[in-house]
T-cell receptor, first 110, second 117 residues
Framework: ETGVTQTPRHLVMGMTNKKSLKCEQH?????MYWYKQSAKKPLELMFV???????ENNSVPSRFSPECPNSSHLFLHLHTLQPEDSALYLC?????????FGEGSRLTVL | AQSVSQHNHHVILSEAASLELGCNYS??????LFWYVQYPGQHLQLLLK??????LVKGIKGFEAEFIKSKFSFNLRKPSVQWSDTAEYFC???????????????FGQGTILTVHP
């Protein structure tokens, strides 16, 4: 348990499916992030939200659509993904003194 | 843009050997520096962090790291590794704004440590 909760922990979807990943924290952190962790690649920042506003989109394809309805919740909506999108998607939140990561959602696209 | 470089992709040691994992970053401003560990099948966990003050930082599980500003380095060390230290280690950096953590973390590519009993 890290304080940042991600659901589902595992997801298998076809290329035509629509699914969502959810992240929540009740730590009072004002910033939330989506990172992608693929095999043999560095952790890639996808999106940054500060006080519910998106402040960074790291050239992520539009088939990934983030949503931050409030400072405690962050979603990643998935639509028409490709097999190469299979990865571990990590949510993180931060405040003054550092970052906390969730345990990740392992996504497999068939 | 800031970047982080970890020198070794895979390090293999025997138990009780000493460990040093290299990390260099490129960013001209004031930074915060982090080392994270990811054990097999588990989430990222913070080992230690440097914000300011003593450049020798002690973390959990006997790890320490030294910030050398002139070399833009933040190497991770442990005097005597154990089999249970087998994991992947990530160095990360972000901007230090007013003494606090600010903005995205940029990660190195990770170093896999395998410790043989």
């Amino acid at each position: 348990e890290t304080g940042v909760t991600q659901t589902p922990r595992h997801l298998v979807m076809g290329m035509t499916n629509k699914k969502s990943l959810k992240c929540e924290q009740h730590l009072g952190h004002n910033a939330m992030y989506w990172y992608k962790q693929s095999a043999k690649k560095p952790l890639e920042l996808m999106f940054v939200y500060n006080f519910k506003e998106q402040t960074e989109n790291n050239s992520v394809p539009s088939r990934f659509s983030p949503e931050c309805p409030n400072s405690s919740h962050l979603f990643l909506h998935l639509h028409t993904l490709q097999p190469e999108d299979s990865a571990l998607y990590l949510c993180a939140s931060s405040h003054r003194t550092g970052f906390l990561f969730g345990e990740g959602s392992r996504l497999t696209v068939l | 843009a800031q970047s982080v470089s970890q020198h070794n992709h895979h390090v293999i040691l025997s138990e009780a050997a000493s460990l040093e994992l290299g990390c260099n970053y490129s960013y001209g401003g004031t930074v915060n520096l982090f080392w994270y560990v990811q054990y097999p099948g588990q989430h990222l966990q913070l080992l230690l962090k440097y914000f300011s003050g003593d450049p020798l930082v002690k973390g959990i599980k006997g790890f320490e790291a030294e910030f050398i500003k002139s070399k833009f380095s933040f190497n991770l060390r442990k005097p005597s590794v154990q089999w249970s230290d087998t994991a992947e280690y990530f160095c990360a950096v972000n901007k230090n704004a007013g003494g606090t953590s600010y903005g995205k973390l940029t990660f190195g590519q990770g170093t896999i440590l395998t410790v043989h009993p």
